[in-house]
C-alpha cells in the first residue's frame, strides 16, 4: 500500500494551519500595539486636558527661570503661522522671554515680518544680545542654512582667501587655520554663534528643543548649539496642547543637568 500520498496531504495541512496560526499571531500582535498606542494617547490628551484647566496641582508651579533659551523645531510642511503665533502666545502666557524657531526649508524665517507683525509681544534677537529678563519675547529665526550648508559656506570663504588667493606659500604642508581666522570666515556667513563658540565666547545654546513633527530628531538644528540641550518630541503641530506644553517644560524643570567640572 502507499502511504507516500497521505503523508504529503499530512504535511500539507500541518503546513496550511501553522501558517494560520501565524498570520493570527501577526495580526493579533498589531492589533494589540494599536490598541497600546491608542490607549497611550487617550491617557496623553486626558492629562494635557486636566493639566490645561489647572487640576494636576504638580503642574501649576514652573520654575521657568530654569529655561533660559527655548529652540522650537517645526516640520516644514506643518509651518502655518496660525499654530506657530498661538504656539508663542503660550509660551509668552508662561513667562518664557527667549525662543528660536526652526525649520528646516526656512518658510519660518522668510515669514519673520509677518509673525513679528501679528504677534506683539516680541522683538526680533541680535546677535550680541545678552539672555537677560526683559518685558518683550525675543525670537531668532533659523533654517538648515545656518548649519552644514553654511558650514561649507564657510569652508570656501577660507579656500577663497589662503589657499587659491596664493596667501599660503606653496613650500608650506598641511595649512592648520587658526580659531581667529575660522572666526572671520563663518562671521562672514552669518554664523557669528558658532564663531563665538570657536573663539571662547558662550554662544546661545537652548536649554530645551521642542520637536514638533512626525520625526523624532532635530531636523537638522545645528548641532553645535544642542551640546547640553534637552530634546523633547511633541507630535505634528496641528496637534499641539497646551497641557503638552507644559508638561514638557515641567519636565525640564525636573532634570539635573551635570556638565562637570
Not at 40 to 66: D, F, P, Q, V
Not at 98 to 110: F, P, R
Not at 129 to 138: F, H, I, N, R, S
Request: proline share 3%; glycine share 6%.
Amino acid at each position: 500500500m502507499d502511504f507516500a500520498k497521505p503523508k504529503r496531504m499530512l504535511y500539507y495541512w500541518i503546513h496550511q494551519i501553522v501558517n494560520i496560526l501565524l498570520r493570527l499571531m501577526w495580526h493579533l500582535l498589531h492589533v494589540t500595539i494599536h490598541l497600546c498606542y491608542f490607549a497611550i494617547n487617550i491617557a496623553n490628551a486626558l492629562e494635557s486636558h486636566l493639566i490645561s484647566k489647572g487640576l494636576l496641582r504638580r503642574y501649576k508651579s514652573l520654575h521657568i527661570s530654569k529655561l533660559q533659551y527655548l529652540a522650537i523645531v517645526i516640520e516644514s510642511e506643518d509651518c502655518r503661522t496660525s499654530n506657530v503665533i498661538e504656539l508663542l502666545q503660550w509660551l509668552a502666557d508662561l513667562g518664557v522671554k527667549h525662543v528660536c524657531l526652526y525649520d528646516k526649508e526656512g518658510i519660518l524665517k522668510k515669514s519673520k515680518d509677518f509673525i513679528l507683525e501679528k504677534f506683539d509681544g516680541a522683538t526680533l534677537f541680535q546677535e550680541n544680545d545678552v539672555l537677560l529678563d526683559q518685558p518683550l519675547m525675543t525670537l531668532e529665526f533659523a533654517s538648515f542654512s545656518d548649519g552644514k550648508e553654511a558650514v561649507a559656506k564657510a569652508a570656501n570663504v577660507l579656500f577663497m582667501k589662503y589657499l587659491k588667493s596664493g596667501s599660503i606659500s606653496s613650500y608650506q604642508g598641511e595649512q592648520i587655520f587658526t580659531e581667529s581666522q575660522m572666526g572671520e570666515a563663518l562671521k562672514t556667513v552669518g554664523l557669528c554663534y558658532l564663531s563665538d563658540l570657536l573663539v571662547g565666547g558662550n554662544g546661545p545654546e537652548p536649554d530645551l528643543l521642542l520637536v514638533y513633527g512626525p520625526a523624532r530628531c532635530h531636523l537638522g538644528f545645528p548641532a553645535w548649539r544642542i551640546r547640553y540641550t534637552e530634546i523633547q518630541h511633541m507630535g505634528p503641530l496641528k496637534s499641539m496642547k497646551y497641557g503638552s506644553l507644559i508638561k514638557a517644560i515641567y519636565k525640564f524643570t525636573m532634570v539635573q543637568q551635570n556638565y562637570g567640572k
